[in-house]
């Protein structure tokens, strides 16, 4: 076993400390009767108050719509992307792959910059589809990488067994292929959500006028104040968030387990 | 319904410079148990891709059953792969596995359930259609993918060292379970596999592979006793071997001129060259305590090791700079003073047990 260097134990919880404290401030004032005063006592008011603002729920249902289109449209296009290429990855240059992890690399602001230039040049209204796209062209290279590591784990005389067995191209994809890297597509679809759901960048370079997402909410309420609802609210997206992690890992988990019996 | 394979080749590199597999020919009988032997990378393997159609030849053709199958490609010909690591689909439970080629010929609901049981009935398996593939042992993969590759009645069955992941125990069963099968099914079965044991127990007939030749094509008995080649000789079973020149030939038998000393070889009718090896099998030599009555065929050495194994006891002889080796079996133990390390010998063997070869020029 390797011996355990106190230094680094104590920079890891430091770390997580600086990580987790703020969070942790926000939820608590969430729950505060006084968000300014830590012993006014607790209340559920301020979360009870949220569920009658009409005016945060349209942004939330905005912020689902694009999640769910964006992340399904990530998907299709990482996974036949990683299908198409993942027999010449090997032959691909280098400097190719990396431009496909180039998306993941560059700073959001570039990101969303050049999308909306794009936008502007296309002569497309921004709104929610530019929203779509835009979020499903930078989660879609992670989904790609998800699918090459799934693929890559295909034993790949299965495809030729079907073959033999008498399957045609197309029979050998529906039939084997596919079901074989759903939990692939489910953990790209997972992580594809989260980025959009999250994303506050991009949205704000693509939203144009009209189209408001719950990040973008959370923001221009700021500019007027911190009200104790955006606590709740923030509480809420942690909570989905969270709650999309856990499914991911507990997927990750069950597949293990899986392999191992 | 014979395969046959008339200057088949094929080459990998586009200038050549890669493996490359020179014209096989031979014809594959209907029911027949074939073999394709040989070490790692002598292109047994590719042989079998190609016959699959999971390769495409360079030149040759592949006739099935008199039909010209070259260039179809694998899910349009009649014959099976088993693979290796068995390549089972993780996603389907093992009746599913099984029913997966008669699904894709949309075969009727109870025909399929009549087909995949009776496939799991003939490798004895019935009882686990239900399982998930996850939930069996190396053995019962191996079962359900020859199940698998059996249920929609292929003219062959193509094997690719199928026997390779089992450990040594299940190995030996599964032996005959396979040449029953063959028999009991009638199929033609192809199997790759660098065991020449294993070779010499499944075949009906059996071709022994070096980089990318076919060297020999003939029944167990044919390769063991008149091999054609050193390395066939070397690759089944053991051998001693004396380099030396043709020194004369008489009408029945050539002489031997090797450091050795003069040994007389029966003719077999084999072109000679100058060069040969002279094969000797460990089991068909003899010691002898005494030089004998017999003349010929007799060499002096001494015992340098010896290893007891119930059965037979392995000497090692050494004679002069070689060393032989020599199985006896304890028959007559009674009859023999008991040999030690160390003991002067003679060895011996019938003029009709030696083999003679030319030298190969590699």
Redesign the interface.
């Known amino acids: 076993m390797r011996r355990s260097n106190p230094w680094v134990a104590t920079v890891f919880f430091i770390a997580i400390f600086l990580l987790y404290t703020p969070l942790f401030y926000l939820v608590l004032q969430t729950f505060l009767n006084n968000p300014q005063d830590l012993n006014s006592g607790f209340t559920l008011r301020w979360l009870l108050k949220l569920f009658h603002s009409p005016a945060l729920w349209e942004p939330l249902m905005t912020s689902l719509e694009i999640g769910v289109l964006s992340a399904s449209l990530a998907v299709t296009v990482g996974t036949l992307g990683a299908l198409g290429l993942f027999e010449f990855t090997t032959l691909l240059p280098t400097a190719l792959q990396s431009l496909i992890m180039l998306p993941i690399l560059l700073p959001e602001v570039i990101t969303g910059l050049s999308l909306l230039l794009f936008f502007l040049l296309l002569r497309v209204e921004l709104g929610f589809a530019t929203v779509v796209v835009a979020h499903a062209s930078f989660s879609a290279s992670f989904v790609y990488f998800i699918m090459l590591e799934q693929l890559k784990k295909l034993?790949p005389?299965?495809a030729?067994?079907?073959?033999?067995?008498?399957?045609?191209p197309h029979?050998i994809f529906w039939?084997?292929t596919l079901?074989?890297i759903v939990p692939g597509i489910m953990g790209g679809w997972l992580l594809a959500f989260t980025l959009s759901f999250d994303d506050f960048l991009i949205s704000f370079f693509t939203s144009g006028a009209g189209l408001t997402t719950l990040p973008l909410k959370i923001y221009s309420l700021m500019r007027i104040g911190i009200t104790p609802e955006l606590n709740g609210l923030s509480f809420l997206m942690i909570c989905i968030s969270t709650f999309l992690v856990l499914l991911l890992v507990s997927k990750e988990q069950s597949r293990k387990w899986?392999?191992k019996? | 319904m014979p395969l046959e394979l008339s200057g088949l080749t094929k080459t990998y590199g586009k200038d050549g410079s890669g493996f490359k597999l020179w014209p096989v020919d031979f014809t594959i009988e209907t029911g027949e148990f074939f073999c394709l032997l040989g070490p790692s990378g002598c292109g047994k393997t590719t042989v079998l891709r190609l016959i699959?159609g999971?390769e495409t030849p360079t030149g040759g053709k592949i006739t099935l059953n008199q039909k010209d199958i070259t260039r179809l490609?694998?899910?349009k010909r009649n014959l099976?792969?088993v693979?290796?690591?068995y390549?089972?689909?993780?996603?389907l439970s093992i009746f599913e596995n099984v029913a997966?080629?008669l699904r894709?010929?949309k075969v009727g609901r109870t025909e399929i359930n009549v087909r995949v049981l009776e496939a799991l009935r003939l490798v004895q398996i019935e009882d686990l259609k239900d399982r998930q593939t996850?939930?069996i042992s190396g053995g019962q993969a191996q079962r359900v993918a020859l199940a698998?590759?059996l249920v929609?009645r292929p003219e062959v069955l193509l094997l690719d060292e199928p026997l390779s992941a089992l450990d040594p125990e299940l190995r030996v069963k599964m032996r005959e379970e396979l040449k029953a099968l063959c028999k009991k099914v009638g199929l033609t079965f192809i199997m790759v596999t660098h065991d020449q044991e294993e070779a010499l127990q499944l075949s009906d007939r059996m071709a022994v592979m070096r980089e990318g030749q076919c060297l020999q094509v003939g029944t167990p008995k044919t390769i063991y006793e008149d091999p054609v080649d050193p390395f066939v000789a070397r690759f089944i079973g053991q051998v001693n071997e004396i380099n030396g020149e043709l020194f004369g030939d008489s009408p029945e038998t050539y002489s031997l001129q090797s450091p050795l000393g003069i040994f007389r070889v029966k003719k077999n009718g084999h072109a000679l060259t100058k060069r040969l090896n002279l094969i000797l099998r460990p089991e068909k030599m003899r010691l002898l305590r005494q030089r004998s009555q017999v003349q010929e065929n007799l060499i002096e050495g001494s015992i340098c090791d010896l290893t007891y194994l119930g059965s037979r006891t392995e000497y090692t002889v050494k004679v002069k700079d070689t060393t032989f080796k020599v199985f006896e079996q304890e028959l007559e133990r009674l009859k023999k003073r008991k040999l030690n390390v160390g003991d002067n010998v003679y060895l011996t063997w019938r003029t009709e047990d030696a083999i003679l070869l030319n030298t190969p020029h590699d």
């Open positions: 034993d005389q299965m030729e067994a079907a073959q033999d067995l008498g399957a045609k029979q039939k084997v079901p074989n899986v392999l019996g | 699959g999971f490609p694998p899910h099976h792969t693979f290796q690591r390549a089972l689909f993780p996603h997966f080629s894709l010929k996850h939930q698998r590759a929609d």
